[in-house]
């Protein structure tokens, strides 16, 4: 990387990032205070798309990270928005929580009364998940429904240890209905970086994406001509960073996002 | 077909050959009792892994069709057999209903007392399931165990419509981890047929196996060196029958069961 080279706006990942479940990163919290007193810009982007943001702002406040709503990011709101830009006519039939159902309710989406009678299927992760659910999914699919996914990873990291992610429901809907995903929201999506990138007024080249992701933060990076860094509080390890090809490879590993401020101060050494 | 041939013995397919949920397959009840009458022999062979041979015992006389508990295979007490003679060492981890539960208790099988302890994970049908359960399954696989599966099915005909069978729990849990399935014991693999043919005391040769899935029960028929007859009364229709290679083919389409009296007729007129 260029020495002269310093960012003006950050994209921080949530999940595994700045916090895992309720459990805050340790140092994340004095991260984002360092960052901001320097400063810089910060979104909040993360592929959840079982909470609205307001939830999601609670968490964070709760962790000792005050923030807009405007500058949380969550594919909840960004595959709403897409849905009532691009389908506005269509009828929605929802595999997700009550977190995903506000955020629609909330940019006019409708929703269609039996699984049968809709356009679109929504799909995001479920952590109350029911046979009878993923069923009414199945049904809809079968009857014609196009699958819009917020996100397609496939493990995410919980308070107890990896978790099934939307892409485990994707693929026992995909499997058993011959039918493919037709659009994926989260993260890697070009999407979520245009989104994020709006609400910082910054171009590309002026931000770094922070994330513990390799397939989506930080390919979506690489994606959009963003600068990279991996942490290493979840998903990936370094050596799975390392065994990627150069063009993929996150542009720094940091142990934690605590480490941004030691990092920040080499470049501006 | 040649003419002179006519079974002395039906292994016949339960959902959606039989019954549909709760409701008999209209004339069903009728057939079997005019094949027992003729004195042929009759097992019912199911792919179903989620309830013990009692409880399905009892579905069949409430529709009018009594039998043995012997009489009835289902891929819970295969799997049971299978896993007490081969692994009797094997701690396992179930996904899936109580039945199962049941019928691995009644060989012996162990169980472990945490996922991550499990040896193998027994993955069937499970109509109650929620996110958590799917996700101590996920655990038990990525702490080492193996996947054991009743049946790979898509899709099977449930009360109000097509539903999702172990086939689609099986991907979600082998496209989170990364695992294949390593063992399936269901249709069309062969310890069903040879369970069947064990109970019947018959040769392949001198069999008819009748069911309502091209993948399950016509392939197994077909592999095994059983004739074969396609019911149209469940998952597959005539057109995707006739769309298979002729070595693939069922030998008869019949549109339900109660039309065996018919068939067996004409073979033996």
């Known amino acids: 990387m260029a020495k ?4 003006d706006g950050f994209i921080l990942d949530l999940d595994g990032t700045v916090y895992t479940g309720s459990r805050p990163i340790p140092g994340a919290a004095e991260a984002v205070a360092y960052l901001r007193a320097k400063g ?18 609670e968490r964070l406040e709760a962790i000792g990270i005050p923030c807009e709503a405007e ?3 969550l594919t909840s709101s960004v595959v709403s928005r897409y849905l009532a830009e691009h389908e506005p006519d269509a009828r929605v039939w929802v ?3 009550q977190g995903l ?6 940019h006019g989406v409708r929703f269609a009364a039996r699984p049968q009678e809709a356009d679109r299927l929504v799909v995001t992760l479920h952590e109350t998940l029911t046979y009878a659910e993923l069923n009414d999914a199945f049904r809809a699919v079968r009857a014609g429904a196009r699958i819009i996914a917020t996100n397609a990873d496939r493990t995410f990291p919980g308070e107890d240890g990896e978790a099934i992610d939307v892409g485990g429901l994707l693929a026992a809907l995909t499997h058993t209905t011959g039918t493919e995903v037709d659009t994926v ?6 999407l979520m970086a245009e989104a994020a990138l709006d609400r910082l007024g ?4 002026r931000c770094m994406v922070i994330g513990d992701s390799l397939a989506s933060d930080i390919a979506m990076g690489r994606r959009m001509g963003l600068r990279t860094a991996l942490v290493l509080t979840g998903s990936a390890t370094r050596e799975a960073a390392m065994a990627l090809d150069e063009a993929e490879r996150p542009d720094w590993i940091l142990d934690s996002l605590a480490d941004i401020r030691r990092l920040l101060e ?4």
């Not at 810089?40 to 702002?57: A, E, P």
């Not at 929201?185 to 070009?190: A, D, H, I, L, W």
Request: positive net charge.
């Open 4 to 7: 002269d080279w310093s960012p």
């Open 40 to 57: 810089k810009r910060i979104v909040f982007l993360s592929n959840r798309g079982n909470i609205s943001r307001r939830m999601c702002r």
């Open 71 to 73: 500058d949380i990011i």
């Open 95 to 97: 595999l997700g929580e």
């Open 101 to 106: 159902r506000d955020e629609l309710a909330a």
């Open 185 to 190: 929201v989260g993260k890697p999506s070009p």
């Open 202 to 205: 910054l171009p590309p080249e």
């Open 266 to 269: 080499e470049m501006e050494r």
